[in-house]
């Protein structure tokens, strides 16, 4: 079965530095998302993306973060100048069609440690 | 963006109990989605409901949604160690999905 993929699975880093996660979306999906979930809290939605275009965020997703599609299977999440409290769990996920009916497939996630 | 209230937060079960958590919003919802977190995992979608008073089951599941499209709940019958994990529901557009806080599940041996 097709699934979202990530990397890195981990990574570590210090405050201020620039951080980018990875995503491989399911190949025909058009509509693509992260999230984010401190540890032990809830699922928090970041961005949504269509068509090379941020769909809706947000008022996490402030200018420290950007996203983009660098080629035809890569989506990308940028954080420019990481703080202490973007350390957390970021989930990619994927939908066909971005229907409300469809079903979100989600990543398996890449933990980000801020130092 | 919708508003979800989930509760409990956390629910500890003997192995056999059946469980129960439950989501409210304030506002009529179109559709409302749960998905299962285990731990350290990522969140893995179950099912979702549409239409007023809908009810479904997969196996010892059993999703409800409520008549007047505000309330769901998930139903385990008979929990197994298996089914330890954090329960969420989810709600909202096709361009972002807004979680509850979700319950916590621990199945005790």
């Known amino acids: 079965e097709p699934e979202v993929t990530q990397t890195p699975s981990h990574q570590v880093t210090q405050m201020g530095q620039e951080v980018i996660l990875r995503c491989v979306p399911i190949s025909n999906h058009l509509y693509f998302y992260w999230y984010r979930q401190i540890l032990g809290q809830k699922v928090e939605f970041l961005v949504s993306f269509y068509n090379n275009e941020i769909s809706e965020k947000s008022e996490i997703f402030d200018d420290q973060f950007s996203v983009e599609r660098p080629d035809g299977s890569n989506f990308t999440l940028k954080i420019r100048s990481t703080k202490l409290e973007d350390s957390a769990m970021y989930f990619c996920?994927?939908?066909?069609?971005?229907?409300?009916?469809?079903?979100?497939?989600f990543g398996p996630g890449t933990r980000l440690l801020v130092l | 963006g919708q508003q979800v209230m989930q509760i409990p937060q956390y629910q500890h079960v003997q192995e056999g109990e059946d469980f129960t958590t439950y989501c409210n919003s304030s506002?009529?919802?179109?559709?409302i989605q749960w998905y299962k977190q285990r731990p350290g995992g990522h969140p893995v979608f179950l099912i979702q409901?549409?239409?007023?008073?809908e009810v479904k089951k997969q196996k010892r599941l059993t999703f409800q949604f409520g008549e007047a499209k505000k309330n769901s709940s998930l139903h385990i019958t008979a929990t197994q160690t298996t089914d330890v994990g954090t329960y969420f529901c989810?709600?909202?557009?096709?361009?972002?999905?807004?979680f509850g806080s979700g319950t916590q599940l621990t199945v005790l041996p």
């Open positions: 996920a994927s939908t066909v069609q971005g229907s409300s009916q469809e079903t979100q497939y």
């Open positions: 506002t009529t919802l179109s559709n």
């Open positions: 989810a709600v909202g557009s096709a361009r972002q999905l807004t």
């Open positions: 409901l549409v239409k007023s008073g």
